[in-house]
């Protein structure tokens, strides 16, 4: 990632250089910051998406999922995500039924998809 990220600054540094307009000092140390705010944005929402892609083969903790993850499985409504997460901690994933948080319909969509760790 360091490797990269040197990489991409003497890019910009490069194609600065290669321009007929000069550039003061001021004005390629301000173009370079905006180059590595953006490419650290854009490295860390890789980062987020990739964390993602690996977590999505594995089923969704209920004990520990974030409201975003849970409004993720299907059917889920913004309020009964908040209703999963204030009825925490479960001891397995029947337990939305047992406990009335979800419906039946609503847990058979999603059963395949959640577990309970303790």
């Known amino acids: 990632m360091r490797i990269t990220v040197i990489f991409v600054l003497f890019l ?3 194609a600065g250089s290669c321009t007929s307009q000069k550039s003061s000092p001021d004005e390629l140390r301000e173009k370079t910051a905006q ?3 953006d490419f650290k944005r854009n490295a860390k929402a890789l980062a987020e998406g990739v964390k993602e892609g ?3 083969d594995r089923p969704l903790d209920l004990n520990e999922a ?3 993850q849970l409004l993720s499985l299907p059917g889920i409504s913004s309020d009964e995500a908040a209703r ?4 925490r901690p ?3 994933a029947s337990d939305l039924v047992r406990r009335r948080v979800i419906s039946e319909q609503q847990y058979d969509k999603i059963k395949d998809q959640v577990t309970a760790k303790n």
């Open 35 to 37: 180059a590595t705010s």
């Open 90 to 92: 479960y001891n397995n």
């Open 54 to 56: 690996w977590s999505r």
């Open 12 to 14: 910009i540094l490069l």
């Open 66 to 68: 974030s409201k975003e």
């Open 84 to 87: 999963i997460i204030a009825e």
